[in-house]
């Protein structure tokens, strides 16, 4: 009897160390949105660079040589989205994407190997991105990969919170560095993003343009329609993406700040995580919109 | 508040752009044509480095690029006044040239 009541006890004692529903819920709509930041982001990126490559084939074979040893040539199809370029900032929304994902497996009770996985991913993830590395210390990123292996056994819930509280905690200032070098590369007018594919966008409408009014066969006027339709399709990236990367990254960081006091106090807001998750959306949404088959 | 120089360029691409959908002179669209190039160029080599805000050269060219997009936004309602944009284009371009020899020289 005196057993039983002390199980009773240490059970009411232990859950009350767990994350709570509302807890929860809070890191899961986080690290969803989180997920869907990064992740779509990244292959923005990769399809800007396609479009990129695409765009400077078209200009040159509508116009010839290209008019400034500057822009891109048969030689640098990739001008302004190099691989390597390329590479650094998707792996910076990778690494955002990542920290989603291994907080999305601590809340919805994933398996052992899968939480493994999204931790190992994680730290792989922050360890690959310069600006993450300048901002976690070896020790810090340490603490990060170790506190999943921890979760398991009879204090799982227990082991669960500690380690939410511990990769929030301690991934907190490479979060918001990584948020806002987002929101700065993709600031709709000022950002490198935003000007690197008007630079590649403009010349291809112009020499288009006067294909279009100059041509004299409806051959010539098909092959500047076609440059057109693939500039607008470009374009809209510019016009609809953009704003919507920059914004949802900048309000990550304000959630990230509230997702920090939600795992680690009962007094919190739900507020910055709700916008986070309806800016997350809003990038989707338009994504879906304006990706063609 | 002045605009920085990258969205003196950004917005030089932009209104060249409109004015080549605009006008109708073959000989105008070439030189817009030819112009829009040089700019674009020049924005590519300012994403490509960074460029010190305080050089003059910088801000002679914000201020001439500004003075032309002024132009550009009348052309864009007043087609006559193209072959005075060309002109302000021109003189900012010529700016931007020095801006590059200096950045260059950095």
């Known amino acids: 009897m005196r057993r039983a009541y002390s199980l009773a006890v240490a059970l009411l004692l232990l859950t009350g160390c767990a994350l709570s529903a509302r807890q929860k819920a809070a890191v899961s709509q986080f690290s969803d949105s989180a997920a869907t930041l990064g992740d779509v982001t990244s292959s923005q990126l990769k399809a800007m660079r396609d479009g990129t490559v695409e765009m400077t084939k078209q200009r040159l074979l509508l116009a010839g040589r290209s008019r400034d040893a500057n822009l891109g040539d048969q030689t640098s199809l990739d001008r302004g989205f190099e691989v390597s370029h390329v590479e650094t900032v998707s792996g910076a929304a990778q690494a955002l994407a990542a920290y989603g994902k291994s907080l999305a497996a601590l809340v919805n009770d994933s398996q052992s190997a899968e939480l493994q996985a999204a931790s190992h991913d994680l730290v792989a993830s922050l360890g690959r991105v310069p600006e993450a590395k300048e901002k976690l210390s070896d020790k810090q990123l340490e603490a990060i990969g170790t506190v999943v292996q921890e979760v398991g056994g009879l204090w799982v819930d227990w082991k669960r919170k500690e380690a939410v509280t511990t990769i929030v905690r301690e991934a907190r200032p490479v979060v918001d560095r990584l948020c806002d070098l987002l929101a700065r590369d993709f600031a709709p007018r000022t950002g490198w993003v935003a000007l690197q594919l008007q630079v590649i966008e403009d010349p291809l409408v112009a020499e288009a343009t006067n294909v279009l009014y100059d041509g004299r066969s409806y051959d010539d006027r098909k092959r500047a329609s076609d440059a057109i339709d693939l500039v607008h399709g470009n374009r809209m990236r510019r016009t609809e993406v953009l704003k919507r990367v920059s914004d949802a990254a900048a309000a990550m960081k304000k959630a990230n700040a509230a997702l920090a006091q939600a795992v680690e106090s009962s007094a919190w807001s739900a507020q910055d995580i709700q916008a986070f998750a309806e800016r997350a959306q809003s990038l989707r949404a338009a994504v879906k919109i304006i990706v063609k088959e | ?106």
């Open chain 2, 1 to 106: 508040m002045d605009n920085t120089l990258g969205e003196e360029l950004s917005a030089s691409l932009t209104n060249i752009t409109a004015l080549i959908v605009k006008t109708e002179s073959k000989s105008q669209r070439a030189r817009l044509t030819r112009q829009q190039a040089q700019i674009a160029g020049q924005l590519q080599v300012f994403i490509d480095k960074t460029v010190d805000e305080t050089l003059s050269e910088y801000r002679a060219a914000a201020s001439a690029l500004n003075a032309a997009n002024a132009e550009a936004e009348k052309a864009k309602g007043n087609l006559d006044r193209v072959a005075a944009t060309i002109k302000k284009f021109a003189a900012a371009i010529d700016q931007l040239a020095a801006l590059a020899a200096k950045v260059a020289a950095a």
